[in-house]
């Protein structure tokens, strides 16, 4: 064989061997195509496509009653002579999703989340008007953002996703015009798809699907409940820590030592969120000092400053409370107390939401070891107050037992005396007896 015949023959390898590669690289997109597609075949089988919302909350929260609006926006028909005209297109209605306390979730991470999908949003009785043509119709889907309706204690956080829909209307056999695809992609993303670009497809199709639990056009919202009020009162309180002694000789006076850890609800991103913590005898709030907060602990003016996940030392006596207000749902708390000699530390824990397993158990009582530290062995959860009407916290008591007396009481003199004299009188009496009885035999 001669050499320009070998040539040609590498050479028709090299290019054999490129189209393969080609189409093998290929072949993954148009699956993706495929599989990123609402898909119909006639007018009485019609593509269909839905919206899901993912409502995130901390765990412990109730569920809030609560609809989110969907709208959207016609931009044109591509392909079209004037593409950018929207008037042989339809309108497609608001879609709402409507959310409630009995709604099913889902718990994992100290993140709670309640997923729903909405109607078919392409369906015919959700059009306004029909569709004139064949062709490419396309929408810009947005989420109303009602942020300016949230209170002080409800604080919704609103997806600004978007999603450019893609309506692809053919000419059926029945001569009728259907749905044959609708194709949707990420136009502006939120928390949903973090990992894909903007301008990826995604699968619009209602769920379960082939692929997927639920259609792939996602909005992502956040919910946080906030509990208590901004001022240091009783009514405000979310979380407190109260102490009491309790026994003969206790010392109602003496400072008894507690490590409090306050921890942020996981949906919170700020790891260096703060809350206040205020020391309160009945309704009388006690300013912190270096006594009652030991170094390195931060105080300001009326109360001691928590910051997310920092262990606290908090010197609290009888009657006295650390108390916390405004603590959001799903908040945290560890606490324990530094063992005393001479006292048994106890306590109950109040808390009123769903514990995890590991935490003490509302209504306890759970008992330490003379002199011991004792507390928590896992975080306890801040619950929805405003649903229980009852603060979270822990009661914990000091009992001490009366030192039994040594030597001898002004109380017990007077009987010891009567005993000494009434003994060294029988003495006294058979010394006498016994002289005479001696004297009588000699």
Not at 17 to 26: R, T
Not at 252 to 277: C, M, W
């Amino acid at each position: 064989m001669s050499k320009k015949t070998n040539s040609k023959a590498r050479f028709m390898v090299t290019i054999v061997f490129a189209i393969v590669l080609c189409l093998s690289m290929a072949m993954p997109a148009f699956a993706s195509t495929e599989l990123s597609e609402a898909t119909g075949t006639t007018s009485a089988d019609q593509a269909k496509a839905a919206i899901t919302k993912i409502l995130t909350m901390p765990e412990g929260t109730t569920t809030p009653a609560k609809t989110f609006t969907y709208e959207f926006t016609k931009k044109g028909i591509l392909g079209d002579a004037n593409p950018n005209d929207t008037t042989k297109m339809p309108g497609i209605k608001d879609v709402t999703i409507t959310y409630a306390a009995a709604d099913t979730a889902t718990l994992s991470g100290g993140v709670k989340k309640v997923i729903k999908e909405s109607i078919d949003f392409i369906d015919n009785d959700n059009l306004v008007g029909a569709w004139d043509h064949a062709g490419t119709h396309y929408y810009r889907l947005t989420e109303v953002d009602e942020e300016a309706s949230n209170d002080a204690k409800n604080i919704f956080t609103y997806s600004i996703a978007e999603y450019d829909i893609y309506v692809y209307v053919d000419n059926g056999t029945d001569d009728n015009l259907y749905v044959k695809y609708v194709e949707a992609k990420i136009a502006v993303k939120d928390f949903s798809h973090t990992t894909q670009p903007i301008g990826q497809k995604v699968d619009p199709t209602p769920g379960p699907n082939e692929k997927y639990p639920y259609s792939q056009v996602i909005f992502t919202n956040y919910f946080l409940k906030k509990n208590g009020g901004d001022e240091p009162t009783i009514a405000n309180t979310v979380l407190g820590i109260s102490k009491n002694v309790d026994g003969q000789g206790a010392d109602q006076t003496r400072l008894f030592e507690f490590s409090v850890t306050i921890k942020k609800p996981a949906t919170i991103d700020d790891v260096n969120t703060t809350y206040k913590g205020y020391i309160m005898e009945g309704s009388t709030v006690i300013p912190p000092n270096t006594t009652i907060v030991p170094s390195p602990g931060v105080y300001s003016g009326n109360y001691i400053q928590f910051k997310n996940g920092v262990e606290v030392k908090v010197m609290l006596k009888h009657g006295q409370k650390l108390a916390f207000m405004e603590l959001p749902v799903g908040a945290s708390f560890f606490v324990k107390e530094k063992g005393t000699p001479g006292y048994t530390a106890r306590y109950t824990a109040v808390s009123q939401s769903n514990l995890p397993t590991g935490t003490p158990l509302k209504g306890v009582v759970y008992n330490g070891s003379a002199g011991a530290d004792f507390g928590f062995t896992a975080d306890e959860l801040i619950g929805d107050i405003e649903t229980t009407h009852q603060m979270d916290g822990a009661e914990f008591i000091n009992d001490t037992k009366a030192v039994a007396p040594t030597g001898i009481s002004m109380e017990t003199l007077p009987f010891i005396v009567l005993i000494v004299v009434v003994a060294a009188a029988i003495a006294g009496f058979a010394v006498i007896r016994y002289r005479k009885n001696a004297n009588y035999n000699a």
